[in-house]
């Protein structure tokens, strides 16, 4: 049997080169103050590092998108450039993962939780103010990073998905119950917040390959449909799910006045749930309002929440619907649209890149069958 059919783990195949990115990640995120720097270093040290699904994906499609040099005039030469070409490649990684974590630190602040990676968040470890900085220095040392690739196009790509994750958190914020129940903000809104860092990093190593535009348009569509799937059965899981299985809190979502793909589509079915859900919504009682004179504000960032029984109602309407297969049917959609932009690659038949390839077709099934 050829090794093109041997089964392939996405994540061994990068574990090594992961751990280098880790060490150089770590010795990045070094800072002058020593508090900021034990801040900066937090989720950097060894064991809380998360899942690096970014970083994974970033590392395959590096692989997947070497072009095959001609016939080398001299082997130094060519191995010289390769080993440069990845280094950069590697940079793309741990620009996005610094990206990331700053996102997390200043995601766990706005939400105001206690844990985060089955530790202590930063907020909580070590207040809000530190987290907050702690976050602002990563965003730093990633644009550091970034510029050293002397890449002004890739640079552009990069600020875009920050800019995006700052928008994609806010359109979340929205107190307006028909943005909150609308299936096209959802979408939108999930694009920005899981879908856009990925989808531009993939382009960029596109662009540092020196790809031509249709190919980095398909690395494009690559991370954008994985990571549009990603969070779409993370939205079925927060209402199938176990807590113990996730290691979060399941219905947290709704729990917290988000509305999500499953809900959206039982609403579709039962017109009946849009005006549980939109009372629910805006029910004042749930509405935390404080008076400032004339003007009502609304005191906290947190949405109102259903309802006890608004929720409950809600669940029995999604219960009834089919509300979570289209949400999976929808996610599996993405994926199956993730595996035909790599299929549509330029033909390469290089052992590498046909491994990487099959590597993140894999990813894309992986995504869909998760249970947690
Ligand atoms: C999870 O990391 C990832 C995302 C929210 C979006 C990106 C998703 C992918 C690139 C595809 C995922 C691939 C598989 C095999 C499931 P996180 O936000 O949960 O944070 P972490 O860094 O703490 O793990
Ligand atoms: C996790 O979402 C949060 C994000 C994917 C992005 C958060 C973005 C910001 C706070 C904008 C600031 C960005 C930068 C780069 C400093 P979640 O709360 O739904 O998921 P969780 O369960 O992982 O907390
Ligand atoms: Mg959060
Ligand atoms: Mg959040």
Known sequence: RSSSEDQVDPFSLVADELSVVANRLRAMVVAEVPKLASAAEY???????????????????????????????????????????????????????????ASLLHDD???????????????????????????????????????????????????????HLVTGETMQMSTLAEQRTSMDYYLQKTYYKTASLISNSCKSIALLTGQTAEVAMLAYEYGKNLGLAFQLIDDVLD???????????????????????????????????????????????????????????????????LSKGSLIQALEYLGKSHGIQRTRELAAKHASLASAAIDSLPENDDEDVQRSRRALIELTHRVINRTK
């Open 43 to 101: 989720f950097f040290k060894m064991g809380v590092e998360g899942k690096r699904f970014r970083p994974t994906v970033i590392l395959l499609m590096a692989t997947t998108l070497n072009v095959q040099i001609s016939k080398p005039a001299s082997e130094g030469v060519v191995d010289m450039f390769s080993t440069e070409l990845r280094l950069r490649q590697q940079s793309i990684a741990e620009t996005t993962e610094m990206i990331h974590v």
């Open 239 to 305: 209402f199938t799910g176990t807590s113990s299985s996730l290691g979060k809190g399941a219905l947290s979502d709704i729990h917290h006045g988000i509305i999500t793909a499953p809900i959206l589509y039982a609403m579709e079915e039962f017109p009946e749930l849009r005006t549980v859900v939109d009372r629910g919504l805006e029910d004042p009682a749930n509405v935390n309002l404080v008076s400032h004179g004339p003007i009502k504000f609304i005191k906290s960032n947190r949405l109102s929440p």
């Open 109 to 163: 602040v706005l939400d105001d939780v206690d844990t985060r990676r089955g530790i202590g968040s930063l907020n909580y470890v070590m207040g809000n103010k530190l987290a907050v900085l702690a976050g602002d220095f990563l965003l730093s040392r990633a644009c550091i990073t970034l510029a050293s690739l002397k890449n002004t196009e890739v640079v552009s790509l990069i600020a875009t998905a920050v800019e």
